[in-house]
Each structure stands twice: as C-alpha cells, then as structure tokens.
C-alpha cells in the first residue's frame, strides 16, 4: 500500500500539483485503498498545525514584509554598496551581502531570489555584468537567507523534534557566515577575471548613512536572537514583539506604513503562511501514514545496514539530501524527510542540532543545483537567461556550497560552538 | 457573491490575526508586569492562528502562486497536455476538498462532546476551521475549474 502514496505523490509532484496538493492526494487516495476512515484528514491536519511554536512563522513573515513595505530592500542594497561597491566586481558582493543581512528579513531561499534578484539582476546588466553571472550569482547569495536566523526552515525543524529554536537559530549562524563568506570569494575572483566594475569609494558619511538607514531592521534581527536566547522570549513572543517593532519603524521611522497597506501586508503574509501551514498539515498525516507503515524504522535500518559509520551515513543522508532538495520546496522536504533522517543520524552518534543544520543547508544548496534548482529558475527568469548558461555561470559557487557542507558535516562544532556557548 | 465571499474571508483573515498578535502581546506584558498571566491567553492565540491560516487558505489559492508546484517538468511537456494538465488540476483539488470538508463536518459534530482545555468552550468551535479549509479551498477551486472551461470556449 505504501507504494500507491508514493507513486501518487510522485506522480502529482510531476504533473505540477502543488506540494501540499500532492501531499493531500496521495494520502487520500492511500485513506481510501488502506480502508482508513478518512476523518484522519481534517483531524491530522488540525493536529498538525495546532502547535504553538509555529505561531512564530507568521509572526517572522510579517515581520519581514512590514520592514520592506519600508523600502528595506533598497536601503540594505544601498548600504551594502556604499560598503562594497569600490571593490572590484562590487555590485556581486553587494547582492551576496545585502543576501546575508536580508536574510535576517526574509527567512526563505526563493522570496531572497525573487525580491533580491528583481533589484540586483537588472542593476548588475545595466553595469555590465554578465547576464548568465548576474542569475547565478543572486540564486547561489540567496541560500544564505534560509540558515541565517531568523530561519524559517529551523522553526520547522524545531517542531518536528522538539528542539530547542534559539539554539537551532544560533546553530545555523556560523554555518551561513562561512557561506556567505564563501560566495563572495568566488564572486571577487571571478570579477577580478572578467574585469567587472567597481564604483568609486564611498565617503565615510555615506557609509554611516546607509548603516542608521539599515541599523533600525539588523536591530530587529538581535531583538529576535537574544530576546529568545536570554530566555525573555519565546520564539513566538519574539515574532510578535518583531511585529510591533517593525509597526513601530515603519510608522515612526521609515514612514512608509498607514492603516492601509498594513492590512495589505498582513493579508499577502497569512496567505504565504497559510500555505505552508496546509503544507505542515498534510505532511503531519503523510508522516503518520509513514509511522503505521514502520517506514522510518525500514529506512534506518537500510542504511545502517549498509554501514553504521558515522561518516557513510552522513554522506550517503547528504547525497539523498541534495537531491530531493534540488526539485523539492525545502520546507516540504523537511517536514516528509527531517524526522525519519534524523533517527538514522541520533542512531550514529550525531548530535540533532547538529545534525538540523546538515539537512537544511543539504536542502538550500539544492535550491541552486542544476538541472532544475528552483532558485536557479527564478533568477533565470528574471534575468531572462537560459537556464543552462546560468548553472553553467553557478557552478563556481554551488562548489564552495558543497565546500561549506563538506566542513559543517565533518566539523560538529561550526554550529554547535554558538548554541553550546550560550547555553552554558 | 463572490466579492462577499472575499471579503468575509479577508476580514476572517485580518480580525484573526491582530487578534492572535494582541493575545501573544497580552502573555508578554503580563509576565513584565504585576498581573499574572491568563492561563487562556496560549490556548487562544492558537484557534486564532489555525481560523487565521483557515481564513486564508482559500484566498491564497484564489491569488495563485501562494502553493507552491514544481516546474520543471511541465515546462517539457507538450502544449495540449499542458492544457489537460491546467484544466484537471483543479478538478482533482476540487475533489480533495470536497472529501476534506465533508469530513471535517463529522469532526466538528466530534468536537461537539469536548472542552476546550483551558477557556471551556465547545471544540466543535476550533475544529470548525478544519471546514473553513475545506470549504474555502473547494469554492476556489471551482473557480478555477469555471475560468478554465470558459477559457476554452472563448
């Protein structure tokens, strides 16, 4: 029976249903052959998202849209440029930059690509930049967004298992600097190579115009990390004060908010949570079919049975990783595949925050690996390039992607040092 | 109708969540200030929550490109069954949801016999928005189904 929710999942997926969609689908059609009273629907559904940390995931949308309805996009660009821009290839560093510190904003990969790359891409072309370089450059920048905090993929991840928020933020920091970092060695060898432009240094007041411009959303950012680490608030609580906060700087300071486009930020941001929530929905009941079918327990036992290395076990859940991530939405991928994965890697020895951080960084690198990267497409339809010339253009970067996995899988303490840190 | 229906939905929507904002403000500045903190604020902020993301799932799917579905297959198949694929897509949503809220009836008439935990109210009230979900998806989804056949004959 377990092959017909498979093969209906699969097949839907392909036949562009969307996620959720497919996920409901597989499980209804797998209700009805298993003779399952199909109550198990609504009542999984309401389980699923009936929990409280996941009341942080509207809350951090919000948040973020609240802040660019203030023209934050623009003002993080503009202070990365004043930052960056006099060195060579400048622009490439901006949009890998301004990717770090919206990230905080954002909390997803694809939304990075999408409100990112609409400024970035046409700016980079009209400075001479190559196209395909221009694409692959805001795909690669915007994986950052995902596994810097605040993240949504780790709240998700967090409930899931029961883990701790704050130290699965904390968790992803290093690991996302280090990418960051990573991705804008790359783009400066590659401009110093193509010769790229660079814009004439800033004065030190417009760099400190552009830091009071951006310094109202990074405040944001640490209200949200030490007010749920120093214990004051719950993920939750941080979500909503980040709400008020961004009312209060958007009204007060930006001036950019009135009643009006508040409500239409709100509506467009419980829409976009809405639909992750019918997402965490179906999959809490996908997941329940997978338990009754002792999935998780075949799935460990296949792969411990080929090896209980750590190490082999890690590669061959990092190979797996990669590859539902590169045609799968992270956060659905997460919700069918984090909790059976993450018995295997507890099974070995790897601590689970640890272990929260390998999968969503696996994911996120997915995102931008070829053929069909979903943030790939993205960029490439905004910069209107062949999607081939644009993996062929990232491929630099998905390296040192690969690079930073490599590290973060082999060396536990690139994200466990900051969690550790702070809970002792 | 159709209007009303939106507009019911987006004000669901908006009253749902500045409610669930001012509950979780409420939990904070009873716990900073003298008064001790309603043992009902947890339990209120999440059925806000769930009737808030109830609320808006149907106008997500009426606004497109809120579910996300992978592309790169379709864009390799051909242009007729694309748009086979463009018509039936909504049927088979259609139909999901048409099981989702006939069911998610008897779950409310199963929430009729409970308390809720802390506020005492009848849980029929919460698993209602399971009906709202489905309901609310299943409207939308006929529209799609109206819009693509009308497509066809135009």
């Given at each position: 029976?377990?092959w017909?929710?498979?093969?209906v999942?699969?097949?839907a997926?392909?036949l562009r249903?969307?996620?959720?969609?497919?996920?409901?689908?597989?499980?209804?059609?797998?209700?009805i052959?298993a003779?399952i009273?199909?109550?198990?629907?609504?009542?999984?559904?309401?389980?699923?998202?009936?929990?409280?940390?996941?009341l942080s995931?509207?809350?951090?949308?919000?948040?973020?849209?609240?802040?660019?309805q203030?023209?934050?996009?623009?003002?993080i660009?503009?202070?990365?440029?004043?930052?960056?821009?006099?060195?060579?290839?400048?622009?490439?560093l901006?949009?890998?930059g301004?990717?770090?510190?919206f990230?905080?904003?954002?909390g997803?990969?694809?939304s990075?690509t999408?409100s990112?790359g609409?400024?970035?891409?046409?700016?980079?072309?009209k400075?001479?930049?190559?196209?395909?370089?221009?694409?692959?450059v805001?795909?690669a920048?915007?994986?950052?967004?995902?596994i810097i905090?605040?993240s949504?993929?780790?709240i998700i991840?967090?409930?899931?298992?029961?883990?701790?928020?704050?130290?699965?933020?904390l968790?992803?920091?290093?690991?996302?600097?280090?990418l960051?970092?990573g991705?804008?060695?790359?783009?400066?060898?590659?401009?110093?190579?193509?010769?790229y432009p660079?814009?004439?240094?800033?004065?030190?007041?417009?760099?400190?115009?552009g830091f009071?411009?951006?310094?109202?959303s990074?405040?944001?950012?640490f209200?949200?990390?030490?007010?749920?680490?120093?214990?004051?608030f719950?993920?939750?609580?941080a979500?909503?004060?980040a709400?008020?906060?961004a009312?209060v700087?958007g009204?007060?300071?930006?001036?950019k908010?009135?009643?009006?486009?508040v409500?239409?930020v709100?509506?467009d941001?419980m829409?976009?949570s809405?639909?992750?929530?019918i997402?965490?929905?179906?999959?809490n009941?996908?997941?329940?079919i997978?338990?009754t079918?002792?999935?998780?327990?075949?799935?460990?036992?296949e792969?411990?049975?080929?090896?209980?290395?750590?190490?082999?076990?890690?590669?061959?859940?990092?190979?797996?990783?990669?590859?539902?991530?590169t045609?799968?939405?992270?956060?659905?991928a997460l919700?069918?595949?984090?909790p059976?994965?993450?018995?295997?890697?507890?099974?070995?020895?790897v601590?689970?925050?640890?272990?929260?951080?390998?999968?969503?960084?696996?994911l996120?690198i997915g995102?931008?690996?070829?053929p069909?990267g979903?943030?790939?497409?993205?960029?490439?339809s905004?910069?209107?390039?062949?999607?081939?010339?644009?993996?062929k253009?990232?491929f630099?970067?998905?390296?040192v992607?690969?690079?930073?996995?490599i590290?973060?899988?082999?060396?536990?303490?690139?994200s466990?040092?900051?969690?550790?840190?702070?809970?002792d | 109708m159709?209007?009303a229906?939106?507009k019911?939905?987006?004000i669901?929507?908006?009253?749902?969540?500045?409610g669930?904002?001012?509950?979780?403000?409420l939990?904070?500045?009873?716990?900073?200030?003298?008064?001790?903190t309603?043992?009902w604020?947890?339990?209120?902020?999440?059925?806000?929550?769930i009737y808030?993301?109830s609320?808006a799932?149907?106008?997500?799917?009426?606004s497109s490109?809120?579910?996300?579905?992978?592309?790169?297959?379709?864009n390799?198949?051909n242009p007729k069954?694309?748009a086979?694929?463009?018509?039936?897509?909504?049927?088979v949503?259609f139909?999901?949801f048409?099981?989702?809220?006939?069911?998610?009836?008897?779950?409310v008439?199963?929430?009729m016999?409970?308390k809720?935990?802390s506020?005492?109210?009848?849980m029929?009230i919460?698993?209602c928005?399971?009906?709202?979900?489905?309901?609310?998806?299943?409207y939308y989804?006929?529209?799609?189904?109206v819009?693509?056949y009308?497509?066809?004959?135009?």
């Amino acid at each position: 029976m377990i092959w017909i929710l498979v093969i209906v999942f699969v097949v839907a997926l392909v036949l562009r249903y969307p996620i959720a969609f497919a996920l409901g689908l597989a499980c209804l059609v797998y209700l009805i052959g298993a003779e399952i009273p199909l109550i198990l629907m609504p009542m999984k559904m309401y389980s699923g998202i009936d929990v409280f940390v996941l009341l942080s995931i509207p809350g951090f949308i919000i948040a973020g849209n609240l802040m660019n309805q203030g023209g934050l996009t623009e003002k993080i660009i503009s202070f990365c440029n004043h930052l960056m821009g006099h060195i060579r290839g400048g622009l490439s560093l901006v949009n890998i930059g301004a990717s770090m510190l919206f990230a905080g904003i954002s909390g997803t990969a694809i939304s990075d690509t999408a409100s990112m790359g609409s400024v970035m891409i046409p700016a980079m072309k009209k400075e001479g930049y190559d196209a395909d370089f221009s694409c692959a450059v805001t795909a690669a920048s915007s994986t950052v967004g995902p596994i810097i905090p605040p993240s949504v993929p780790m709240i998700i991840a967090a409930t899931l298992s029961g883990l701790s928020v704050g130290k699965l933020f904390l968790a992803g920091a290093i690991p996302g600097l280090l990418l960051g970092v990573g991705l804008m060695l790359v783009a400066y060898f590659i401009a110093r190579k193509k010769n790229y432009p660079k814009h004439p240094k800033s004065s030190f007041g417009q760099v400190a115009r552009g830091f009071v411009d951006t310094f109202w959303s990074l405040l944001m950012t640490f209200i949200i990390l030490f007010g749920i680490i120093g214990g004051i608030f719950t993920p939750t609580e941080a979500s909503i004060v980040a709400v008020l906060y961004a009312l209060v700087v958007g009204r007060l300071v930006y001036k950019k908010l009135n009643f009006k486009n508040v409500q239409v930020v709100i509506l467009d941001s419980m829409k976009t949570s809405a639909s992750l929530m019918i997402l965490v929905g179906f999959a809490n009941l996908f997941g329940y079919i997978l338990i009754t079918e002792h999935i998780p327990q075949t799935i460990s036992n296949e792969i411990l049975g080929f090896s209980s290395n750590k190490y082999v076990v890690l590669l061959l859940i990092n190979l797996l990783l990669i590859a539902v991530g590169t045609f799968m939405e992270t956060i659905a991928a997460l919700l069918i595949l984090f909790p059976i994965l993450l018995k295997v890697a507890i099974a070995v020895d790897v601590d689970p925050i640890h272990f929260a951080v390998i999968a969503v960084l696996n994911l996120i690198i997915g995102l931008t690996t070829p053929p069909v990267g979903v943030c790939l497409f993205v960029a490439s339809s905004i910069g209107k390039v062949s999607i081939g010339k644009v993996s062929k253009a990232g491929f630099p970067f998905l390296l040192v992607s690969l690079g930073v996995l490599i590290l973060v899988t082999l060396i536990p303490e690139i994200s466990l040092w900051l969690p550790n840190l702070f809970t002792d | 109708m159709r209007k009303a229906i939106g507009k019911i939905l987006k004000i669901g929507t908006l009253v749902s969540t500045w409610g669930l904002i001012a509950m979780v403000l409420l939990q904070i500045i009873c716990r900073f200030s003298w008064f001790e903190t309603p043992s009902w604020t947890e339990e209120a902020s999440r059925i806000l929550f769930i009737y808030a993301i109830s609320f808006a799932s149907g106008l997500a799917l009426k606004s497109s490109n809120y579910y996300v579905a992978l592309d790169a297959f379709y864009n390799m198949f051909n242009p007729k069954f694309k748009a086979v694929l463009d018509k039936s897509i909504p049927v088979v949503i259609f139909i999901l949801f048409a099981v989702f809220a006939f069911y998610a009836i008897r779950f409310v008439s199963l929430g009729m016999i409970e308390k809720s935990p802390s506020m005492g109210f009848n849980m029929g009230i919460s698993f209602c928005s399971m009906f709202i979900i489905g309901a609310t998806l299943c409207y939308y989804a006929w529209h799609k189904i109206v819009k693509a056949y009308k497509k066809k004959s135009a």
